[in-house]
């Protein structure tokens, strides 16, 4: 066959260089642009996070209020998307909805994709994570049955968001100082994380020279699934259904352990950290904080603190390094905020996007990049012939 070597899930393969994160996997370690992410975790702030990402270097004064005017400015959805929501029946989930309406942008804005410069990327990256946003809340008042409300251009990024999400044609929501940096930490930790499935698929698909939104809505089914972003649904279902008393905490984990129950302890385990996600470090604390200030307690906080417990002590979990990821504490962060399950992975997505965007946009500026094409071992049948349909038994 000629190859020389095979690399079932890409283990042990780099696809690509890349100077966007990096990541020390043995000793827990994440930077964005070389800055530790706990730098982010004082004045959380996504929108700065994005523009590094993007770009390469925290933007100046300057930069940012440029880049929050672009945001502003590219909020609104052509008025005739909404009727794709209307189309979409109640039950539909936001996943789906969210791919299709980001794919949905290519027919709305086309002239977003002429990307050839740093210009264009900026307003088209300005662009889609705006307006991923404004999708994410229309998904999720559709799905409610609720009037869609419309970006308010007073509003910075996550209140914004929150806005779009809780508020009333006759009230406006109004998130508090608290609400908002737990919100833009969790989105700012999402936001990348080099070739995990998703971003590696964006990669994938922008290497045949998709356009950016082709490529992000491609990003967005890919996260979908469990073991990836999906985790955190996943999470909030074992955790909730440890607290309906269906299952004990000592019993979950014994399933988790037997490999023909095909239960896994969500929200535990990494291909790449062997030791803490640092990223679930910051979470479980913000999660505490968050819960704290808002003077609630959440029973399945408790419960994640149990798990967490009986699994480091466990010899299973510590022979395979299995520890809690991003996924283990964020749902309980955004059920806190009022976020419902089934919105879990979208405001993943939202947070994901940035990191999207700068793999699409490194890729497409790397000279000499060539489409993505891995090969395969076969393993079927040796040469046969052809049989007329008598013949076959
Ligand atoms: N519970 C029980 N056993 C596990 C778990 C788990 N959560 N994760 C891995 N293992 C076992 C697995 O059965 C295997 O055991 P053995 O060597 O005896 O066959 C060993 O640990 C190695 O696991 P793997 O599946 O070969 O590892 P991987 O690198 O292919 O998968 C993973 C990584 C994240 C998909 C996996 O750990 C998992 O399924 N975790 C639960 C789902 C989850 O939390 N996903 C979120 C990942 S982080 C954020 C994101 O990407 O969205």
Not at 35 to 50: C, D, K, L, R, S
Not at 227 to 236: M, S, Y
Not at 273 to 278: A, L, R
Request: glycine share 6%; hydrophobic share 40%; charged share 20%.
């Amino acid at each position: 066959t000629g190859l020389t070597a095979y690399d079932p899930g890409y283990a042990n393969i780099a696809s690509c260089r890349s100077d966007i994160t990096f990541i020390d996997g043995e000793q827990g370690i994440l930077r964005y642009r070389g800055i530790p992410i706990e730098q982010f975790e004082q004045t959380p702030n996504f929108v700065e996070v994005a523009w590094l990402l993007i770009f390469g270097h925290l933007p100046n004064a300057e930069e940012y209020a440029a880049f929050s005017d672009d945001l502003t400015a590219n909020a609104d959805l052509d008025e005739a998307m909404k009727h794709h929501f209307e189309g979409f029946p109640r039950s539909a989930p936001p996943m789906a909805i969210l791919s299709a309406m980001i794919n949905a942008l290519s027919c709305f804005y086309p002239e977003l994709f002429e990307i050839n410069d740093a210009g264009h990327i900026r307003t088209a990256a300005a662009a889609l994570i705006s307006k991923i946003r404004t999708i994410a809340a229309y998904a999720y008042r559709r799905s409610n049955g609720l009037p869609y409300i419309y970006p308010n251009p007073n509003l910075r990024y996550v209140p914004n968001f929150l806005h779009m999400l809780f508020s009333k044609p006759y009230s406006q929501y109004v998130c508090s100082q608290t609400v908002r940096d737990a919100l833009n930490l969790l989105l700012l930790l999402h936001a990348d994380h080099e070739q995990n499935c998703s971003t590696a698929t964006v990669r994938m698909v922008g290497s045949g020279q998709a356009n950016l939104f082709t490529a992000c809505a491609a990003g967005v089914c890919a996260l979908w699934g469990p073991l990836h972003g999906g985790a955190n649904v996943a999470v909030l279902e074992m955790l909730e259904k440890i607290h309906n008393g269906h299952i004990s905490p000592q019993e979950y984990v014994r399933l988790a352990k037997d490999k023909d129950s095909k239960v896994r302890l969500m929200g535990f385990g990494h291909r790449v950290y062997k030791n803490f996600d640092p990223r679930a470090k910051m979470l479980a604390r913000s999660a505490e904080k968050l819960l704290a200030e808002l003077g609630r307690q959440d029973p399945l906080l408790d419960i994640a603190r149990q798990l967490e417990e009986i699994a480091l002590e466990d010899p299973y979990f510590i022979e395979r390094k299995l520890y809690p990821n991003v996924d283990f504490y964020s749902g309980i962060i955004m059920r806190a905020i009022g976020i419902p399950t089934n919105m879990f992975t979208v405001i993943f997505a939202i947070g994901r996007l940035p990191g999207w965007i700068a793999h699409w946009w490194e890729q497409a500026q790397t000279p000499g990049n060539k489409i993505a094409r891995p090969r395969q071992l076969y393993t079927g049948c040796e040469l046969r012939d052809y049989l007329p349909m008598d013949q076959r038994t």
